[in-house]
């Protein structure tokens, strides 16, 4: 049979295609494994003991977006996974539904011989989707999500490839907010029974290294948080990095533990309490529905996509889709939250008295000392108005109190005019006189 290399970078054509193999997509990806040079010698990570490990991909109830987000990621990339080029990161072997290139037995043969411990190398589980109750199914012959099938046409349903393989993983994985908390299909009135892996598993399951289960939510998740999070865990295995630190629900606490409103782009607007009225206007969003300061999520600081766009960067409210409570808790998402009635009226009566005043300093660090001095402004682009009585006053207190204990105030001021420009120096004298 004629053989396939996988896309490889040009960059390191050969080292890839030595690490990642041909692929045949008659047999199983696990058995192609095997046939490589056995144990911990196995090609893959460029540094540690574990070569290669498998990632076991398995779907609920899922619309596919996290499958989607996380081949969007960068920081690290899907194939920088695959191919092993991250030292220390052992090489993960991917067993995915949608993005696998086996199909039929030969895909399924990986998971059984996962079921198995037929692999000769560690796995990791990661669910997408929540999972339903398939006894509710079961009542009338049906099911509700399945991947394959023992005997045509009894499929196995994704939960039995949960209860068989969990046990065996280094890790499970959840990811997304369906898979962490239940999400969507979870939310009021479904009637699949549906639950979060957590919920599933139970509170006393631990992977075979002693793990409870991983949460990286999300609807969809930030791809990076899930890919890094992967790789984390992954220096852990491999005794190159410590175990990366999870908050109390199982969340990477360095990606989760600060909100959406902590970092937002427009969090300088509320805290001048200038609010949005319309979607589209640039200011803060939370009196037209925005959940972001009680919201757990880091997508504002790291963008949806190679650190571009996310919600409230291009203009949506958060709709708290990282939390527990998504989306019961925060319905109906066109109203604003009870809160704001508090917290907003507040930000706007502070604002309301400290926004003149950042107006005033603003105007005069608009303004070289020299145009103090000269009482002109040599702009061609438009009039700027000399500065009032009432704003020199302003400016003087505000000085006297930023220079107090500072030493010489005059000396900072007056590098402006001696600073290599080619103007007229100011000098110190001149400088306090200007005032
Ligand atoms: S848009 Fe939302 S997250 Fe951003 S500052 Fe306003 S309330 Fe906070
Ligand atoms: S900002 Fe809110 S709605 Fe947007 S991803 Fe984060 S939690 Fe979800």
Redesign the pocket.
């Known amino acids: 049979m004629e053989e396939i290399r996988m896309p490889i970078s040009p960059a390191a054509k050969d080292a890839v295609a030595e690490r990642v193999g041909p692929i045949d997509f008659l047999t199983a990806s696990a058995e192609r494994e095997l046939l490589k040079v056995p144990g911990a010698d196995r090609e893959g990570a460029l540094l540690g003991p574990i070569k290669v490990v498998h990632a076991f991909w398995l779907a609920g109830m899922s619309c596919d977006g996290c499958t989607v987000a996380v081949t969007g990621a960068t920081a690290p990339s899907v194939e920088d996974l695959l191919t092993g080029r991250l030292p220390g990161v052992p090489r993960v072997v991917l067993h995915h539904p949608v993005t696998s290139v086996e199909s039929g037995h030969a895909f399924i043969r990986n998971y059984e011989m996962a079921a198995n411990g037929e692999l000769n190398a560690p796995y990791v589980i990661i669910f997408e989707g929540s999972v339903p109750d398939e006894r509710i199914a079961a009542e009338s012959g049906g099911y509700w999500c399945a991947m394959g099938s023992e005997t045509i046409p009894k499929p196995i349903p994704t939960t039995s490839w949960l209860d068989r393989m969990a046990p065996g993983a280094a890790a499970v994985i959840a990811i997304g907010t369906c898979a962490t908390w239940g999400g969507i299909p979870a939310a009021y009135g479904n009637p699949t029974g549906a639950m979060s892996v957590m919920d599933y598993l139970g509170k006393e399951y631990r992977s075979a290294l002693g793990l409870p289960v991983v949460n990286v939510p999300g609807c969809s998740p930030v791809g990076d948080n899930f890919t890094e999070t992967v790789a984390a865990v992954l220096l852990f295995l491999n005794g190159y990095g410590p175990l990366p630190e999870f908050d109390d629900l199982g969340r990477p606490a360095w990606l989760f533990n600060q909100t959406?409103?902590q970092r937002?782009v427009?969090?300088g607007?509320?805290e001048e309490g200038t609010f949005a009225e319309h979607y589209g206007d640039p200011e803060?969003?939370?009196e037209i529905g925005?959940w972001?300061?009680v919201v757990q999520c880091n997508i504002t600081s790291r963008g949806a996509i190679n650190h571009v766009g996310g919600c409230?960067n291009t203009g949506g409210?958060?709709i708290g889709c990282t939390m527990p409570g998504f989306p019961d808790r925060f319905a109906p998402f066109y109203k604003r939250p009870p809160g704001t009635i508090v917290s907003s009226a507040a930000a706007r009566a502070v604002g309301t008295f400290v926004r003149p005043l950042r107006r005033i300093t603003m105007d005069f660090q608009n303004r070289e000392p020299r145009w103090d001095h000269e009482q002109t402004v040599p702009s061609g682009w438009g009039n700027i108005p000399a500065p009032n009585a009432l704003e020199k006053t302003v400016h003087y207190f505000y000085e006297k109190m930023q220079f107090t204990g500072s030493g010489d105030r005059a000396a900072s001021q007056s590098g402006n005019g001696a600073n290599g420009s080619g103007a007229r120096p100011v000098g110190a004298g001149e400088a306090g006189e200007r005032r």
Do not use: Q
């Open positions: 959406v409103h937002c427009r969090a607007f509320y803060c969003l939370v925005c972001g300061p409230m409210i958060c």
